[in-house]
């Protein structure tokens, strides 16, 4: 384990950022998890950043720019990230952890869940390329790190929409004491949230973004932006779609879901971009049994339980149901 050498401290750059899963001609903002983090950190000398070979493929890199005494480069040793980071938070530091999703789950799952969360340490986990957000295939299509992350007892999971999500979730995943595993967009972000007026994401509370009267889409991550896509292209066919956002998936705020189910005679749907089996689909399904609440209807509208194509991601998302037409084009064939 080595620490960046002391030096200047350089100006942040977002040059060398990655692009993402921007539309053409979305607005975008650049790196909000690493400018966030280097703006939360200033005030709090506790915050150090651990990586796994990827900092500028995570935008850790800017918080290694900013703070080199407090970065930590753990070369392609998930474990070992995972391990360090749970050691430094007993000595009463907040590490940020950031790796890919597969790496972060599938490789280093026994860590996390022995070194970190059964001794409730305060480690933030921050993985980019969830879901479906990369054509390179199963090796790197976390498409089941929900249903991994959401066994593990006492583990909070946060999925943000878009820029402005993860640029307010940064200062309070820091805060709230225990771990958290934080699905991470990184590099050019789309910014949608900021149009919702009076929008802030609260750790732990989903958010009613829009009401309709036929369908209420439930969703996270990048799904929520999809999930208002389709709603104005279905508002053209006269079908009137709500859109809750759901941000925090453990702990789920079930009393909003319920509220927003109970007694409405519409169609819900859950949008995820995550495997149907074991992700916010299910946890939802779930709540609403539990508390004997039935909808009209219920659809799971995330991607299949099988090992996903590689290829270019605009053509993958309509392939496996995730694009704006293609979850539009369900609605419409759950509604008929």
């Known amino acids: 384990m080595s620490s960046a050498s002391t030096q200047q401290k350089p100006r942040l750059t977002t040059s060398a950022m990655i692009a993402s899963i921007a539309s053409e001609g979305q607005r975008v903002r650049a790196a909000p998890f690493g ?3 280097v703006a939360y950190a200033e005030s709090r000398p506790d915050v150090v950043g651990l990586t796994a070979d990827l900092a500028k493929y995570t935008d850790l890199h800017l918080f290694a720019q900013a703070y080199p005494e407090r970065f930590y480069q753990m070369g392609m040793a998930e474990q070992l ?5 749970g050691g430094m938070a007993k000595e009463g530091l907040v590490p940020f952890a950031t790796t890919y ?3 972060g789950t599938r490789r280093a799952y026994d860590f996390i869940h022995q070194v970190i969360a059964e001794e409730n340490l305060n480690v933030k986990i921050c993985c980019a390329l969830p879901g479906l957000t990369t ?5 790197h299509q976390a498409t089941e790190d929900l249903a991994m992350m959401r066994g593990i007892p006492g583990l909070t999971i946060v ?5 402005l999500d993860i640029e307010q979730a940064v200062p309070q995943i820091a805060e709230h004491q225990g771990p958290v595993y934080m ?3 990184r590099g050019q972000v789309p910014l949608v949230l900021d149009e919702i007026e009076g929008y802030r994401f609260e750790l732990g509370k989903a958010k009613m973004l829009r009401e309709g ?3 209420l889409i439930i969703a996270s991550g990048i799904m929520t932006m999809r999930a208002l896509e389709a709603a104005e292209d279905l508002a053209r066919d006269n079908i009137g779609v709500a859109v809750m956002h759901s941000p925090t998936i453990k702990p ?9 189910v109970r007694y409405k005679h519409r169609l819900v749907v859950v949008a995820e971009n995550h495997s149907v089996i074991g992700g916010l689909g299910e946890a939802v399904a779930s709540a609403l049994l539990r508390h004997r609440v039935q909808p009209a209807g219920f659809q799971l509208a995330g991607l299949p339980d099988a090992f996903l194509d590689a290829g270019a991601l605009p053509t993958l998302h309509d392939r496996y149901g995730i694009s704006r037409e293609a979850l539009a084009g369900r609605i419409k064939r759950w509604l008929a």
């Open 101 to 103: 999703a597969v790496f």
């Open 35 to 37: 400018k966030a983090l």
């Open 135 to 139: 054509g390179y295939g199963p090796s």
């Open 213 to 215: 009267s036929d369908v």
């Open 81 to 85: 990230l995972m391990g360090a980071a």
């Open 159 to 163: 999925d943000p929409c878009d820029a």
């Open 252 to 260: 789920l705020d079930e009393a909003s879901l319920v509220e927003a």
């Open 183 to 185: 699905r991470l967009l």
